[in-house]
Each structure stands twice: as structure tokens, then as C-alpha cells.
């Protein structure tokens, strides 16, 4: 073994480097802050080893390799597209709805032009960015006026704020509910201002524990879906219909958050237990908001739907500023809303929709399409198979519904399959799967139809 200080003698300066032929055709491509940043990089790596008594490779060739794909590395985007074979439709950490192409054209669309974001085109003065959106949604739920803000937890913000700032806000014990990414009721309250009254117990809340804590400081009566959870055996909940009833005797409003909010009937295509919006409104609620981006399928937002009188008092709210949806969102959502006009379309068009409610044959055929491209020349790495599965929705709705589907399960012969997961999950593009039993579950329903041939390159890629 040489020494280490002949070895570290060998490994070039930076400015050899760039002054090279090759540092010339980097200089010229990337950034010149990217290329210094990789050849520092890399040589300190190198650097570093050698020192640890590591062996270092110090060919010419090897160097240049490494620093080119370090470049790579740096100038790559930090958040990217990834392929979603886990079959959790709404899958909050990899970026819940995709959108449809009328909402990504319409986004397009509005991102490079000047437009009448807050600007009335008929008297030639200020508006509301607000306006935009609200006949549509009037149209489709029923309800007599709306707003979208940023996300479904600003307008759960919003309400509380502005309705039941140092007053009560009635709840059942049984929605107390966290879903995720930190937003809990009981702690969304306290920001808000308003003070949590629960009633009830975990499992069962009466018409009267809701009735008995009325007071004169009672501000809003306050139903939660339960979101990702399920209370089964001795339970018992209020129905809407009932507290809007109660509500509307004592004159307090009554409010939904539905979470995931659905737009259309999902009984009509065999999914029980995601009552639709409209459905809601008619139960008599006074105020209902959900999420863009959960059932609906469309942008992040947070859509609030209501009485007129009750969506002018948030308006007025300073809040209002801070939680207001932004252009994009919006021109995706108006897309997205629009499309619902046409239901039958909609649930071909919308790919939440598509593939919550696509055929079973449909994935079947095209798990057998990601099975037949993989089971060419991949004889020996793996043992691959169809197998039935269920998937999920996800996004804290339907939390106990099965969507029955097809995965391609595949064994790897040569390899663990946690190292297979790890390598799909840091490829290119990037796959998520789950493990199941020693095997990776590839679920067909979340797999874009034109994510297949990317899909199985990655899958080759990882097996050998
Ligand atoms: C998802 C959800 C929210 C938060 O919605 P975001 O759009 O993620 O902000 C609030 N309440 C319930 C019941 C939910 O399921």
C-alpha cells in the first residue's frame, strides 16, 4: 500500500479540473457554481477516504465519472414524479390527487399570462379572486354560496376563527380526531381561538349530550369525519340531519367538516360509505368544508360551502389574507369543478375518480401487461405472479372499504426484497411499492397506463 500522502498527491486540483476539456464542457452545460460544488465534492470525498485508510480509485476516467454524476445529482429537482404502485389512491405523502388534463391545461394556461385573478372585466375595477368559482360550486352541491382557500385545514381554521372565537364549539368525543401531518381537532381549536365543549364518549354521543351543553356562550355545533378511523360494535352517532335540527332550534350553526368531500353519488359505482356533498347540505348544515385534493380529485384547497350571510362574515376575516388560495390552484380547480358537470366523463377524466371506480377487469388487464413485460428475460432474478389484493382510497376516506384489485407480486431470486424496495424507491423515476410476505406488491390501480414502460425498465433495473 502507498502512503497516504503519494496517494493524496495523485488526486487533481479543482482548477486542473476545470481548466480540463472535460471541466470545459461542464462549465458550458451547468451552472459554474454546480460544477465547482461537484468537483469539491467528489475530490473531498476522495480525499476523505484515502485518509480513512479506504481504498480510492484515482483513474482519470473514474474522477470524471463521479463528478459528472454528482452534476446530475445537483441539478436535478428535489421534488419530483414518482410512480405510485402502492394502490392507496389518495396518498397524502406522494402528493394525494393527480390532476386531470384539463386542470394541468388550464394551470398552463393561466401560469404564463396576466389574468382577471382579482379583476371584475365588466366595470374595470377590482374584484375577488373568490368570484371565479362560486357559481360552479353553487351549481353542483346545491348550496347557496362558497368559498376555496388554501387546504381543507385553513377552512377548518377559518370557521372556528370566525364564528366561535372565545365561545363554545360543541363536539362529539368520538371525532376528536387526528388525521395526519399533525392536524388534530382539539389543537386546530386552540389555534382558532374557539374552546373545545366535548360531549359524549369515545363510542357513543346522544342527541341530548349535545342538547345538554348548550349555553349562551355556544357558538357552533361542530361534526367531524372521522376520517381514517372506524368506531365498530356498541356505538352510536348523531346524524346531521338531527344537529342541524337542534341547531336550527336553538339558532346556532351547525357545521360538517367532511374531510374528503365527495361530489358525486359513489353508491352508483358500488362504494358505500362516502356520503356525497349535496347530500350533506340537504341534511340541513349550515356550513361544510373538504379538501381540493382528497375525493374531489382536483388542486390542494380548502372548499367551504354555505349560507350566504356565513360566507360574507368570513370575508371579512383578516385570516381570510393569510389562508387565500393561490392562482394556480385556483385555474385547476375551476377545470376540475367543470368537469363535474358531465359525471359520466368525470369519472373516466378525473384519474381519482378513474381509479377509484375503474372496472376490476380493467386493472386486471393491465397488471397482466406489467406481468407479461416483466416475466421477459427476468427468468432467474424473480419468481412473479398475479395475485388478487385489495387497494386503498386513502386520504382519510373510506377507511374500511375494500377496493378489490390485482398486484404483481414478484420474489426476487438474487437479492433481498427490502433491497429491491430500496432500489425501486431510489431509481429513476422512483417506484413505490409495498412489501407483502417476502414479496413486492406492485398494485395495478394506481399505475398510470403510460407508467407501465417506465415501470418495468425500473423493476429490470433493480432485479439485476
Ligand atoms: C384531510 C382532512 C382535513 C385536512 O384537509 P387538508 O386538505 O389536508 O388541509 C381536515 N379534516 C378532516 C376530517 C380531514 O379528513
Known amino acids: 500500500m502507498q502512503p497516504k500522502q503519494k496517494l493524496l498527491a495523485e488526486i487533481p486540483s479543482v482548477d486542473e479540473l476545470l ?72 396518498h397524502t405523502n406522494l402528493g394525494r390527487a393527480v390532476l386531470s388534463g384539463r386542470a394541468i391545461e388550464n394551470m398552463k394556461c393561466l401560469a404564463g399570462s396576466y389574468s382577471n385573478l382579482e379583476y371584475e372585466l365588466l366595470h374595470g375595477k377590482r374584484g375577488k379572486r373568490y368570484s371565479h368559482i ?16 388554501n387546504n381543507n385545514a385553513a377552512a377548518v381554521l377559518l370557521c372556528l376563527n370566525t364564528f366561535a372565537k372565545d365561545r363554545e364549539v360543541v363536539v362529539s368525543r368520538g371525532e376528536l380526531v387526528e388525521i395526519g401531518g399533525s392536524f388534530r381537532i382539539p389543537e386546530v381549536m386552540r389555534a382558532s381561538g374557539a374552546i373545545l365543549r366535548e360531549v359524549g364518549s369515545t363510542n357513543k354521543t346522544h342527541l341530548t349530550d349535545y342538547g345538554n351543553s348548550l349555553c349562551g356562550n355556544t357558538a357552533l355545533l361542530l361534526k367531524v ?13 348523531v346524524p ?3 344537529l342541524a335540527k337542534l341547531g336550527r332550534e336553538y339558532k346556532i350553526p351547525v357545521m360538517a367538516d367532511l374531510g374528503s368531500g365527495c361530489m358525486i353519488d359513489f353508491e352508483k359505482y358500488g362504494i358505500h360509505g362516502e356520503p356525497s356533498v349535496q347530500g350533506i347540505l340537504k341534511t340541513g348544515a349550515d356550513i361544510v368544508t373538504f379538501s381540493g ?3 374531489l380529485g382536483g388542486p390542494q384547497a380548502g372548499i367551504i360551502l354555505g349560507k350566504e350571510r356565513f360566507m360574507q362574515k368570513l370575508q371579512k376575516n383578516p385570516l381570510l389574507r393569510a389562508v387565500r388560495i393561490d392562482k394556480l390552484s385556483l385555474a385547476a380547480l375551476e377545470a376540475t369543478l367543470m368537469q363535474y358537470l358531465d359525471e359520466e366523463k368525470a369519472v373516466k377524466e378525473i384519474p381519482t375518480l378513474r381509479m377509484l371506480t375503474q372496472p376490476i377487469d380493467e386493472i386486471k388487464k393491465r397488471a397482466r401487461k406489467i406481468y407479461n413485460y416483466l416475466k421477459k428475460d427476468t427468468g432467474s432474478y424473480a419468481v412473479i405472479e398475479i395475485l388478487k389484493d385489495q387497494s386503498r382510497a386513502g386520504g382519510g376516506s373510506l377507511p374500511e372499504t375494500d377496493f378489490p ?7 426476487p431470486s438474487k437479492t433481498s426484497v427490502n433491497t429491491l424496495e430500496k432500489r425501486l424507491r431510489e431509481g429513476a423515476p422512483p417506484v413505490i411499492a409495498r412489501i407483502k410476505e417476502d414479496a413486492l406488491i406492485i398494485d395495478a390501480r394506481t399505475v398510470g397506463e403510460r407508467e407501465v414502460k417506465d415501470l418495468v425498465k425500473c423493476v429490470k433495473e433493480a432485479l439485476s
Not at 369525519?225 to 352517532?237: C, L, P
Request: hydrophobic share 35%; charged share 35%; proline share 3%.
Open 19 to 90: 481548466k480540463s476539456p472535460y471541466g470545459a464542457k461542464w462549465l458550458e452545460a451547468y451552472p459554474r457554481k454546480t460544477v465547482i460544488r461537484a468537483v469539491r465534492e467528489t475530490l473531498d470525498r476522495k480525499r476523505k477516504k484515502i485518509l480513512a485508510g479506504q481504498s480510492a480509485e484515482l483513474s482519470g476516467d473514474e474522477i470524471t465519472r463521479s463528478i459528472e454524476n454528482k452534476i446530475k445529482e445537483l441539478s436535478a429537482y428535489k421534488l419530483k414524479p414518482l410512480i405510485n404502485a402502492t394502490g392507496v389512491v389518495i
Open 134 to 149: 362560486k357559481d360552479i360550486l353553487r351549481e353542483l352541491s346545491g348550496a347557496e354560496d362558497a368559498l376555496v382557500v
Open 225 to 237: 369525519h372521522q376520517s381514517n378511523y372506524k368506531i365498530t360494535g356498541f356505538t352510536d352517532e
Open 240 to 242: 346531521l340531519e338531527e
Open 293 to 295: 385534493d382528497k375525493l
Open 405 to 411: 384489485t390485482f398486484v404483481v407480486s414478484i420474489k
